[in-house]
């Protein structure tokens, strides 16, 4: 009987260091052979067409810090943009995210980091090039930021192997100088634009989602997954988000919006006088909410929820909506400015 007593902690041991070796993770660029996750491959980004003359940026190394397991490192880009009025910004990040944000004066700035917070995270780095380009073409300011490759951190365990990114995450600063016309895309990431007046195009097809807070100058397409990314390992390489959209719109003139997510929930929220919306929405499983203030015309039908703001016609800024989820809530809704309100 004794001799069962004192084999039971001797299994227990031998169990725990078993465990300890058949999960202990051996990490590297390359310890795997799928070419989808060889550090240093081709990135999913397109280069964009770039035109114009070039605007001097001052160029500054953040440095390399540690983060987690790994590291981090971040550069400064700043320009004086100086008489241009508006222009194109097309950001592309395969596993990071974008914010925009519209500042006032002339100066843009641009802070990029790359982060692979896991054991081999500065050989991920170093394998993540990015194409940063700052022109002037047409009278406006044109800033594409893009990956070129993509860096990997890879790992191996008796029971387990898998793959880490490295993220390219972009602030960028812009004169509030006039209309940008975007061409983002944010695979796996948030995108956040702010105080700055747009059209134009964002996507993902991995993204959970977007926060805007804009002024609306034209057609602006919203085509996102808008899925909620679960908190394991993400969470240690910054990304720990909830899904879905969230919108205001202060519309410039007519426009138009289109926003359509894979699953998760969209509200858009219109914020102006003298404006006339027309409605498309769709949701699942529940129906959509519409509440656009009195409506002219009201109905649905096989394409969703249909309505159209009482005296459209004559309004000055006519905006045209289509919001549609998969699988969440969809709610547009009109309010005026406090000013405006009593």
Request: proline share 6%; net charge positive; aromatic share 6%.
């Amino acid at each position: 009987m004794r001799k069962r007593i004192a084999v039971i902690p001797l299994l227990v041991l031998v169990g725990i260091l078993s465990w300890f070796i058949m999960t202990k993770r051996k990490w590297g660029p390359d310890l795997l052979g799928d070419p989808l996750y060889q550090s240093g491959r081709p990135s999913l980004c397109k280069a964009p067409a770039v035109a114009g003359d070039s605007v001097p940026a001052r160029t500054e190394d953040l440095g390399q810090r540690p983060r987690s397991g790994g590291f981090e490192h971040s550069w400064a880009h700043t320009f004086d943009a100086r008489d241009l009025k508006g222009g194109v910004i097309h950001l592309c990040s395969e596993y990071g995210s974008l914010r925009v944000q519209g500042v006032e004066g002339t100066r843009g700035r641009l802070v990029m980091t790359i982060s692979d917070p896991f054991p081999g995270g500065e050989r991920a780095i170093q394998d993540t090039r990015v194409i940063t380009s700052v022109r002037a073409d047409t009278g406006g300011l044109h800033v594409s930021i893009w990956q070129q490759t993509q860096g990997m951190t890879t790992f191996r365990s008796m029971l387990a192997k898998g793959a880490r990114p490295a993220a390219l995450n972009l602030v960028l600063e812009l004169p509030r100088s006039g209309v940008y016309s975007l061409s983002l895309t944010v695979n796996h990431q948030r995108v956040t634009v702010r105080n700055v007046d747009v059209r134009g195009l964002i996507e993902g097809y991995l993204s959970p989602g977007a926060d805007l807070d804009v002024g609306l100058a034209g057609p602006l397409t919203l085509r996102l997954n808008g899925g909620t990314l679960k908190a394991d390992w993400r969470r240690d390489a910054g990304v720990d988000f909830l899904g879905g959209t969230t919108a205001t719109f202060r519309p410039l003139g007519t426009a138009s919006v289109e926003a359509i997510l894979s699953k998760g929930d969209v509200a858009l929220t219109f914020v102006g006088p003298d404006m006339g919306l027309e409605v498309i929405a769709n949701a699942m499983p529940a129906p959509p909410t519409v509440d656009i203030g009195p409506t002219e015309a009201r109905h649905v039908d096989t394409a969703g929820m249909y309505a159209r703001s009482a005296g459209y016609a004559n309004a000055i800024r006519k905006v045209q909506v289509r919001a549609t989820s998969g699988g969440g809530a969809v709610i547009v809704r009109r309010s005026m400015p406090e000013s405006t309100q009593h």
